[in-house]
């Protein structure tokens, strides 16, 4: 890695994250008498980075640190040289000439520029150079945005193109986009319009700051960081460098005179109000301690005030709407300030995203895979146009005497009702999708190794559903178990399920996945339906209820045919406990997996206490692990705390996981042999109660944990004792499961477990009580 920035760093990071060692190289800092100094520095701010930029800090011994003056002669050892030194032709070149010299030929040599030409780079190197030559734009953090542009020299060689496509797909876990060599290549052309276009707006009819993120984040599918809370986590300074690098290398965009900067923003720039890396931006945080709140800027004066709530009727009505087409549907129509903006910043984002075509991409597949992977935008701009309506929000366009593109246009004559449709066969998925440059429908390519449920569903239905989970067919006589409730949320729907899909595998199927395509794998146990049970006292009710997931998790365990759990992202509570009972784990690399019960005052109750006894047999790691309510950082912290098996595997691309949870589930399925319920569990009864209550009291005293903690902990420590014995003795799963059921209820009934219930679903923190 040459360049050990911000992005070097971070760059090298990942390539640990997956394994693979990588030598960090950086200038020679004077005054230091360390010369490896800006490389350890990069090294460590990626190390302490929030989110970090490492999966666990272990992974940092995979990166070596050195200096262009020494260990430039290092790169004859590498396979592939990254260059992501600052953005200054001049520097790049210097360096370029230099590894050009000490390369070994066949060495792949690629520039992480964001925007400078990849021929101006490599302009007057020799051939073989240039064949191994390529952009490979990662997005910041590249650990988190899944996008990867890819952009070829005009001598790449087709192999060193395919070659890096594979490596950054399955190895980083990238959605790599092949892209042109134009100014910002697609995702950043298409992000520096729309954001130019907010701040335009935003002078031109008059919004405020809070009022522009409120109507430019979630709400229409885009990052809570919205446009200028993201403004300040990237840097002002950053956002005018790419505008005004724009503006100047596309000097025959129509479009140009967006790519300037608002005056207000220019003022920002020389005030040296960068963002958070300054402490103050479009928002900064005024007080201290509990005091300490966040205060936004007037952009007419400059001056900061406590953030003000907007208020738009037509966001208070859209919030009802969980379909996001819908969603924009009613607020482009809406007839107040809040439609006003999002029509003009919809509609002309619509009309720059095909003016660009075929310019920056032949297709618009690329176009809105770049701004889903990079922008973590939940549409690209053509699938916007499809969720609006494309006819009837063209004819708008027309209709206020906005020229349509000549491409669009010619959809349009053509009868085309979207660019996007389906085109299934024989129960298999496929999509077409609208080429803006023959005025036709293409049938999309597949994608091997990638399953989509939604697809499968829409090409060959469904097996069995209800209302919160459904049985999935996904080929080969594997069974998919999928939940669909809102945040996956576990309930009785979804513990039907469970047998359902034991049973119908035993009968038809030769292995069971369990796996979804929601932003998160499960957030756990249905608490609204825990807490009403709890007010109402309906004990025997809710004493079912736990019963019923306990007995579902155990079918699992013991299931005649192996199931493969491929869960990703939030991973908590009951969703943890599925993947504990699993056969084998399939896990995405993004994996933030732990059992969270105690910060809603109860304990594990669907066998995780019993599980984690079993994988750690040391009920102080236990408790620490689950009274802390301990979550991985990632799926390699997760098997550092336990929760995931040596035999268990990671996925590094999410979109990879279901093919490979297939996959791993028909390897398990030639030899498997369920198990039979466990009878020898060794548990350590009074003598390790009084133990891990001991760890409980200092605890208190050194006030790291609050009275109820406390109390908490107490039930968690029995269980984890395996009850009352005065020696220690064998124990069987039942009898962990009826001690976490016991130990659930009694919690249940106390009033500060039901103020915790209430607060975290009020607000979504814990409540330290």
């Not at 060193?160 to 100014?183: E, M, N, S, Y």
């Amino acid at each position: 890695m040459l360049g050990a920035g911000t992005m070097g760093s971070r760059i090298a990071a990942h390539f640990a994250n997956a394994g693979i060692p990588a030598l960090l190289l950086d200038v020679v800092l004077t005054g230091h008498t360390n010369r490896n100094a800006a490389a350890l520095a990069g090294l460590e701010n990626a190390t302490r980075q929030k989110p970090g930029g490492f999966f666990t800090p272990g992974a940092a011994q995979f990166v070596t640190p050195g200096n262009f003056d020494d260990n430039l002669k290092d790169i004859r050892r590498c396979d592939w040289l990254i260059e992501a030194v600052t953005e200054n032709l001049d520097i790049k070149r210097q360096l370029m000439a230099k590894v050009s010299i000490l390369r070994t030929p066949g060495t792949i040599c690629s520039t992480n520029t964001s925007g400078i030409p990849l021929a101006a780079i490599s302009e007057g190197f020799d051939t073989e150079f240039r064949q191994h030559f390529l952009g490979t734009h990662f997005f910041n953090p590249p650990r988190y945005l899944h996008l990867f542009e890819m952009i070829p020299g005009a001598e790449t060689l087709p192999e060193v193109l395919q070659l890096v496509h594979d490596f950054a797909d399955r190895r980083l876990g990238k959605g790599v986009v092949p892209c042109k060599d134009t100014p910002n290549f697609i995702a950043n052309r298409i992000g520096t319009f729309f954001g130019s276009t907010v701040q335009r707006l935003t002078v031109e009819e008059d919004y405020t700051i809070e009022e522009v993120d409120a109507l430019t984040g979630p709400l229409i599918g885009l990052p809570k960081s919205a446009s200028y809370r993201l403004l300040d986590i990237v840097g002002l300074d950053v956002w005018a460098l790419v505008t005004r690098n724009l503006h100047d290398l596309a000097p025959y965009d129509p479009w140009r005179g967006r790519f300037v900067l608002q005056p207000f923003l220019e003022e920002m720039v020389k005030r040296d109000w960068l963002g958070e890396k300054r402490g103050q931006g479009h928002y900064k945080r005024v007080g201290k301690g509990a005091e300490k709140e966040i205060w936004a800027i007037d952009w007419k004066t400059l001056q900061y005030h406590p953030m003000q709530k907007p208020r738009f009727a037509s966001i208070d009505a859209a919030k009802n709407i969980e379909d996001l087409g819908e969603r924009l549907r009613m607020l482009v129509a809406a007839p107040d300030r809040a439609g006003n903006l999002l029509w003009k910043l919809l509609s002309d984002l619509l009309l720059y995203s095909a003016s660009v075509v075929p310019e920056i991409s032949d297709r618009i597949v690329e176009i809105d895979r770049a701004m889903r992977w990079g922008y973590a935008n939940k549409l690209g701009p053509f699938e916007v146009w499809d969720a609006l309506g494309f006819e009837s929000t063209a004819r708008r366009i027309e209709g206020e005497g906005r020229p349509l593109p000549e491409n669009v246009q010619r959809m349009l004559s053509s009868g085309a009702k979207s660019f996007y449709r389906s085109a299934d066969c024989d129960g298999a998925p496929h999509t077409e999708y609208f080429d803006l440059c023959t005025a036709g429908y293409r049938e999309m390519e597949e994608r091997p190794g990638i399953l989509v449920l939604g697809d499968l569903k829409r090409a060959r239905s469904v097996v069995k559903k209800n209302a919160g989970a459904s049985l999935v067919d996904i080929g080969d006589g594997v069974l998919c178990l999928e939940f669909h409730s809102k945040m996956n949320t576990i309930g009785g729907d979804q513990g039907a399920m469970m047998h359902a899909a034991i049973e119908e595998t035993a009968r038809n199927f030769e292995a069971l996945v369990i796996a979804n395509d929601g932003e998160n794998f499960s957030v756990g146990a249905n608490l609204m339906l825990v807490l009403l049970a709890a007010q109402e006292g309906e004990w025997d009710e809710l004493n079912a209820m736990v019963h019923a997931f306990q007995q579902a998790n155990m079918a699992l365990k013991y299931a005649p045919k192996p199931v493969v759990a491929a869960p990703f992202a939030m991973t908590l509570g009951g969703g943890c406990e599925i993947a504990l009972h699993a056969s084998r784990v399939q896990a995405a690399a993004e994996l933030y997996m732990g059992m969270v019960e105690t910060g809603v005052g109860v304990i594990p109750a669907g066998g995780g206490c019993k599980e984690v006894i079993l994988r750690l047999g040391d009920p102080k790691r236990a408790l620490e692990l689950i009274g802390y309510a301990k979550v991985s950082s990632s799926a390699e912290d997760a098997r550092h705390l336990g929760l995931l098996r040596d035999g268990d595997v990671v996925t590094m691309n999410r979109e990879r996981l279901l093919a490979d949870a297939k996959a791993f589930a028909l390897v398990l399925a030639e030899n498997y042999a369920p198990g039979l319920p466990r009878q020898d569990i060794k548990i350590g009864g009074d003598s390790t109660f009084a133990l891990l209550k001991l760890g409980l009291y200092m605890a208190r005293q050194g006030d790291y944990i609050t009275e109820y903690d406390n109390v908490v902990g107490e039930k968690l420590a029995y269980v984890l004792s395996g009850g009352h014995s005065t020696s220690e003795q064998t124990v069987s799963e039942q009898y962990l499961l009826d001690l976490e059921r016991e130990a659930f209820l009694s919690l249940c009934g106390r009033p500060e477990t039901q103020q915790r219930m209430q607060h975290m679903l009020k607000t979504g923190k814990p409540l330290r009580n």
